[in-house]
């Protein structure tokens, strides 16, 4: 059974949903990068980490995504050209992330995600988290209940499911790419060096209070 999951930012003027949201039309995990962690500390949102510093997401086809209210205030991070970061600027909410106009998929991020509207745990509607990323950069020790390393199996099945999620078109249309000219919704705010290694040492200096 599938539902509709609203999505909302911290502050409400951004709004949209997901649609078809089940555990078996996503791909849950959670990421312990670099560049996830710099990222919540860049919107000093360090809220939105798990105590190791994880990032929950939820990958699903960019076709199941629709911003419905509050579009003028998304805006967009690079902290490799490869990835567009996606954020409200209003109450510097991460929304999610993308990897360009033609890659059919979004990984959003629970921030973004409202399930007080009926109820539902996020483990409800989107299923444990099936594997965690980069655990080496993590900043403490793992939860317990920390999902599993990734195994070959975990990442057919999610090669799968790109695949599958590419042949049906499902990647279109996105919210955040126009549909003709590729152009991102918000042009990318692409760091300096220098402001790129500052948030990056916030994670490491993290990292070496929590060993403290
Ligand atoms: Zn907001
Ligand atoms: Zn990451």
Redesign the pocket.
Same mark, same amino acid.
């Given at each position: 059974m599938s539902v509709e999951l609203p999505l909302r *930012?911290?502050?409400?003027?951004?709004h949209g949903v997901a649609s078809e949201i089940a555990p078996s039309a996503g791909f849950r995990f959670v990421c312990y990068c670099k560049d996830c962690q710099a990222f919540a500390h860049f919107l000093e949102r360090p809220d939105v980490l798990d105590a190791a510093g994880g990032t929950d997401i939820f990958q699903l086809p960019t076709g199941r995504v629709k911003l419905t209210t509050g579009r003028t205030?998304v805006r967009c991070l690079h902290l490799s050209s490869k990835v567009f970061r996606w954020y409200?600027d *209003?109450?510097r909410?991460p929304i999610g992330n993308t990897a360009g106009p033609r890659f059919p998929v979004v990984g959003l991020i629970h921030s973004f995600m409202s399930h007080e509207a009926d109820g539902q745990s996020r483990d409800e509607v989107l299923g444990p988290p099936l594997c965690r990323i980069f655990e080496r950069s993590a900043v403490g020790p793992l939860p317990r209940n920390a999902a599993p390393p990734p195994s070959l199996s975990i990442f057919a099945f999610r090669a799968s499911r790109l695949l599958a999620w590419s042949l049906r078109g499902l990647g279109r249309p996105t919210p955040f790419f126009d549909d003709f000219t590729k152009a991102p919704l918000s042009a990318p705010r692409v760091l300096t060096f220098r402001e790129r290694e500052r948030w990056q040492s916030t994670v490491l200096k993290r990292r070496r209070q929590e060993a403290e």
């Open positions: *930012c911290r502050c409400g003027y951004v205030a409200t *209003c109450c909410t």
